[in-house]
């Protein structure tokens, strides 16, 4: 079955320095990894995914995310934090059931991301 | 304005008895989902749905069930078998035509056990 992993619960970076939270994975065929971001009681928002081609893939909000084969890694960046970005961020993968053709999307534990001013 | 309505935003439950969380979405998506979140523990599938009348039991479905008489509704029921069922749920819904496409979430429901 695919998985992504989180290996930081929390991320601490100062406001207008870059930011990079961690997701690695493991799929068999092809990757389609996404990020979401959460804010306090509320649902998912999406911010990006990859799917194939251009390995660094452009979002929203300023945010951004490498896609490394090699590593097996789709690490989330931004420049320059903002101190509204702070916020509980999700990286997800898509599984296929072998059974039938329903697909879910599996998600990771979650990094909190703190941005202090 | 299309999107995702999950009712109630909060919800008490007194120990022994079922509940059900309303999920509707007018984004014509056929695939809908349900998940559970505690606290430092992400997100987990308790239920999936690819079309009307057919779904799928996800990681943690022991006490729950749902059911998909239409494609735009997609209702939980907590029952008196899920022994710890404080969390917030989460729905959402994707085209699951073209496996590149991303799930739209509602607001989530928590529901707390009195």
């Known amino acids: 079955a695919q998985s992504v992993a989180q290996p930081e619960d929390q991320v601490n970076v100062a406001e207008g320095n870059p930011l990079t939270v961690k997701c690695t994975y493991s799929v068999s065929g092809n990757p389609y990894l996404f990020w979401y971001v959460q804010y306090p009681n509320r649902g998912l928002q999406f911010l990006l995914k990859y799917i194939t081609g251009d390995n660094l893939v452009k979002g929203s909000y300023g945010f951004e995310a490498e896609f490394n084969k090699s590593q097996t890694s789709f690490h989330l960046k931004k420049p320059s934090a903002l101190v509204s970005d702070s916020a509980l961020y999700f990286c997800a993968v898509r599984d296929i059931s072998f059974y039938s053709s329903a697909s879910k999307i599996i998600f990771g534990s979650g990094t909190r991301l703190s941005i202090r001013p | 304005d299309g999107g995702i309505t999950q009712s109630p935003k909060y919800l008490f439950r007194k120990e022994g008895q079922n509940v059900t969380l309303s999920c509707e979405q007018n984004l014509n998506h056929d695939a809908m989902y349900w998940y559970r979140q505690d606290p430092g523990q992400g997100l987990r599938l308790i239920y999936y749905s690819q079309i009307v009348n057919d779904f799928q039991k996800g990681d943690i479905a022991e006490g729950y069930s749902v059911s998909r008489e239409k494609k735009e509704s997609f209702p939980l029921t907590v029952t008196s078998a899920q022994k710890n069922p404080t969390a917030f749920y989460l729905c959402?819904?994707?085209?699951?035509?073209?496996?590149?496409?991303?799930?739209?979430f509602g607001q989530g429901t928590r529901l707390t056990v009195v």
């Open positions: 959402a819904s994707r085209i699951p035509t073209g496996e590149d496409t991303e799930a739209f």
